[in-house]
Each structure stands twice: as C-alpha cells, then as structure tokens.
C-alpha cells in the first residue's frame, strides 16, 4: 500500500478595577503568581499543534524518545498484534535558529518503518509521523478512503475542537500545557459506514516547557458495550536519554 502523507494537514493553517474608597491597610500575603492556564485565550489548535516553532526548545545533539502503544480488541485483529515500541529523533541544527535536522528511528527490530530524515524543521515530526501511520492502519482496516478520513481529522482539529489549559508533571514540577480533544467523525455524513469508529476521540497535550513541546497524542474508541476497538497513544519519554 503506498504511504500515506499528511502534509496538508500541516497546511491547517476581565472586569476593571476598582477605586480604592477606603484608607490604606496593612500589606496582605503575597498572592501567588498568575500563570497562562488561568488568564491566556486558549489557541487554535491546529496552530497550536502544526503551526508553533516546536523544537526551538531541543538542543541540538540530544535526542527525543517517544514511547508507542496500539492494541485493539477487535476479533480477528485487523490492527495487527499489539505494538509496543519508541520512536526515537536525533536532532542536530538547522539553518535557522530556531530549525533542526532531525534523524528518525521509527519503532526498532521487524516493526521498523521508513520514516525521515527532515531537514530544517521548525516543528516536531512526530506528530505527522503518528497521525500518518494512524491513517493507513485506520483506512485499511475499514477500508475507506484515506483522504476523506485525512479531511475530516483536519477540519475537527480546525474547526471543532475543545482547548482547555491544563498542567503536567515534567522533571519533578508541574508546568503548564494545553489538552487538546476532537471527535471528527460524530454527526459525519458517512459515519455509518465507520463500523463502530464515529467515536474516535483524539487527544492531544503540548507544553512548551517541555522538549519538543509535545507531551502526548492518544486516539481511542470504544462500542457501545465497552469494548476497546482502538487504544492509540504516544507519550514523551521524559527519562530517556
């Protein structure tokens, strides 16, 4: 089957205060900070995810490492076994400040998909790399067309997608990041040929504390029983070296 790309999904393109009426009083405690989760317009999210200078944050001669599961309890096992794996960038400079190079190791052994290099990104791969082999898992398995699923995760992530600030652990601290949810296939005109799959939720968080800013991606969906059709996620490997 001939790869499917993604790259058009990178296309995506308070009350004022009051007078002081009475006489000054003793200094109260200080008020913790504010941060960005509380006071920030939640972004875009295709922005958010596509459209930011990701690996300005990533060291050049350092690597990410990514951990990957997919399982699936569908009988007969159309996904395949289940896959537990990394996907690994080696990251070296770009010809711009804030660009890389970026080495990929997609999954190790019999698993090992072609994947990269990418010369002077500005944003992390990985995110294309899991959404592309996403795709092609998920069209052939209901045996649709990969375009029209490619278009239908662009325009939820566009047009109909939940932002919300939240925080992370990262290093022993919180720090904060956005969670981004989409459903792109409820109320599809095509959905009941989706086999079940019209519930596919898409996770995102992304935190710019964190290296290459993506913190995780999860794809999951379950029938009406219960039953796990799909669990997709990518997490970053903060401990990895």
Do not use: C
């Not at 990514?66 to 960038?89: A, C, E, H, N, V």
């Amino acid at each position: 089957m001939k790869p499917v790309t993604l790259a058009a999904l990178l296309m995506l393109a308070g009350a004022p205060a009051l007078a002081q009426t009475a006489p000054a009083t003793p200094a109260s405690p200080e008020v913790p900070a504010v941060t960005k989760t509380n006071t920030t317009t939640a972004p875009n999210a295709s922005d958010l995810l596509f459209e930011q200078p990701q690996m300005k944050n990533v060291p050049p001669g350092t690597s990410l490492t990514y951990t990957y599961l997919r399982r699936s309890g569908i009988s007969k096992g159309p996904f395949g076994p289940p896959l537990d794996d990394t996907i690994k960038l080696g990251i070296e400079p770009g010809n711009a400040a804030e660009n890389r190079n970026i080495r990929v190791q997609m999954f190790s052994g019999a698993n090992r998909f072609p994947a990269g290099p990418f010369e002077d990104m500005p944003g992390n791969p990985v995110m294309t790399l899991f959404l592309e082999h996403h795709l092609m898992d998920l069209a052939r398995v209901l045996m649709a067309n990969p375009r029209y699923i490619k278009n239908a995760i662009r325009k939820g992530l566009r047009d109909n997608a939940t932002v919300t600030p939240t925080q992370v652990d990262y290093k022993g601290r919180k720090v904060d990041a956005w969670r981004i949810t989409t459903q792109p296939f409820v109320g599809d005109k095509m959905k009941e040929r989706m086999r079940g799959f019209e519930n596919l939720t898409y996770t995102f968080v992304t935190s710019d504390a964190v290296p290459g800013e993506l913190v995780s991606i999860e794809a999951s969906s379950k029938n009406a029983e219960g039953g796990e059709l799909l669990q997709e996620n990518l997490t970053y490997d903060q401990n990895a070296g």
